[in-house]
């Protein structure tokens, strides 16, 4: 495979960091401490290069008539200046990505597949434009996103914009988007974030993306602000119950299970790829009524769960594990796992076949943890 770099691997090569393969890229794992890192961004502030993850431009009369056909849920209804979370499909339901669309004018979208899915999400959306009076472009070799998460994002990002953009930055809402100065550039400035935290991110061509991440360690010190890596980031969205394409969520499963029913919009006029197939599980109540169904785990005991380890019940295997290790925050194990929806009310006893060895956890309500407001 090949290795790809992000407009900033020279940065974290001069941090020290460790690298990791994530969907084709050498991605920074951590600087240091993966504890360190993960600490920082719940109590002051993480600095992060998301430069992996994909942009595509959906520009034109017909964009939001097209993004209602091309993914699950409406974007039409989507106003602008917002974001909706959504989820593209094939014919089958089956997820091929989760995604973040951002309104910018009436006729102009701003999708943001995962890293390992960008390229076949831009393909996907340009192949489902055929009819409609739109232009696909990707962009996502040439746009670095540099994301900062924590308690402190809102202190630090007001020391890069001017005085009279502060009100733009703190009364942006949750998953929404504007476009500020900074350093004298205008760029777009998101408030979504995958950290349970708050935290905002700043899309900015390649080239001028080193000298943004070095200002904003610079303006960040006071801040408590650190680089953090993909260690952290992971131990971060499992604690805030966030899923992960390639692990809660895959072309094989579907939303229902997963716990992504209200993304899917069946009642939204027009057709999308999958709308009958979704209708149909729906309809079967598979995910909420039979089937599996994707629950949150805390660990009764000291050891953790892993990805694949089967979920037991009285000895019988009623499931798997998705994602799982000890929550920094919180003190305990904590997993994600697809579990028998006769197994999978809050407050069930299940154990987990930890290599021969049955540990007791308790099905819980996702996320963990939430944010003090």
Not at 87 to 108: F, H, M, P, Q, W
Request: net charge negative.
């Amino acid at each position: 495979m090949t290795e790809n770099h992000t407009a900033l691997y020279g940065e974290h090569e001069k941090a020290g960091a460790s690298f990791t393969d994530f969907g084709g890229w050498q991605m920074p794992l951590k600087y240091s401490s993966e504890l360190a890192e993960h600490h920082a961004v719940r109590n002051a502030a993480g600095l992060f290069d998301l430069s992996h993850m994909g942009e595509v431009w959906v520009s034109g009369p017909d964009a939001a008539a097209f993004l209602d056909y091309a993914l699950a849920g409406k974007l039409s209804a989507v106003a602008v200046g917002k974001a909706k979370y959504s989820l593209i499909c094939n014919a089958d339901g089956g997820i091929i990505d989760d995604l973040i669309s951002y309104r910018r004018s009436d006729e102009k979208y701003l999708v943001v597949p995962n890293a390992g899915n960008a390229a076949t999400v831009a393909g996907l959306l340009a192949e489902r434009a055929a009819g409609f009076d739109v232009e696909v472009k990707d962009v996502s070799a040439e746009t670095s996103l540099i994301a900062v998460q924590g308690p402190n994002a809102e202190a630090i990002l007001l020391t890069l914009v001017p005085a009279e953009q502060h009100s733009l930055v703190t009364e942006l809402k949750y998953y929404a988007a504007v476009d500020v100065t900074i350093n004298g550039q205008e760029l777009l400035l998101a408030r979504t974030g995958y950290t349970g935290e708050d935290g905002f991110e700043i899309y900015i061509p390649n080239a001028d993306a080193a000298a943004l991440w070095q200002i904003l360690l610079t303006n960040g010190q006071d801040q408590g602000l650190i680089p953090a890596g993909l260690a952290s980031r992971d131990s971060l969205r499992l604690e805030a119950g966030m899923p992960l394409y390639g692990n809660e969520l895959s072309v094989t499963g579907h939303a229902y299970s997963a716990g992504l029913g209200p993304v899917v919009s069946l009642a939204k006029e027009s057709d999308f790829v999958g709308k009958a197939a979704l209708a149909a599980i729906k309809e079967a109540g598979e995910g909420s009524t039979t089937g599996r169904k994707l629950v949150g785990l805390k660990g009764l005991g000291r050891r953790s769960a892993r990805g694949h380890y089967p979920v037991l019940k009285d000895g019988a295997t009623i499931g798997e594990v998705t994602s799982g290790q000890p929550s920094p925050t919180l003190g305990y194990p904590v997993a994600m796992a697809y579990v028998d929806v006769a197994h999978a009310e809050p407050g069930t006893l299940l154990d987990v076949d930890l290599r021969g060895k049955a540990e007791a956890f308790e099905v819980v309500a996702l996320p963990f943890y939430k944010r003090q407001k």
